[in-house]
Nanobody, 126 residues
Framework: QVQLVESGGGSVQAGGSLRLSCAAS????????MGWFRQVPGKEREFVAA????????TYADSVKGRFTISRDNAKNTVALQMINLKPEDTAVYYC???????????????????GGQGTQVTVSS
């Protein structure tokens, strides 16, 4: 089972920035697409961003395009999510996710990923 440890969450005011990080225990980390999802109480976990195994292909939810940037470091088994110009509607618990082995390009589909961490809380106040 994949183990993912998210960090970097916190409380900021609207317009602020945060950088989330995820450390993965995957022995073959560089072979998997990685993604970020978020969830608020009472709602389904939603896609935020994803990146291919090489880092060459990225995809974003429309709500975060131009504000969030996903990146990865295959040498360190980490994936990051840089968030700028945060909005109150970005408030959620953010989860890192590992793409399933058949995923060759990053997708937005939650079932294409495995989750293995506790998430990190991001709170944006107006």
């Amino acid at each position: 089972q994949v183990q993912l440890v998210e960090s970097g969450g916190g409380s900021v005011q609207a317009g602020g920035s945060l950088r989330l990080s995820c450390a993965a225990s995957l022995r073959t980390f560089r072979a998997y697409a990685m993604g970020w999802f978020r969830q608020v109480p009472g709602k389904e976990r939603e896609f935020v961003a994803a990146i291919s195994w090489s880092g060459g292909v990225t995809t974003y939810a429309d709500s975060v395009k131009g504000r969030f940037t996903i990146s990865r470091d295959n040498a360190k088994n980490t994936v990051a999510l840089q968030m700028i110009n945060l909005k109150p509607e970005d408030t959620a618990v953010y989860y890192c996710a590992s793409g399933k082995p058949f995923i060759t390009i990053p997708t937005m589909t939650r079932d294409d990923y495995d989750f293995g961490g506790q998430g990190t809380q991001v709170t944006v106040s107006s």
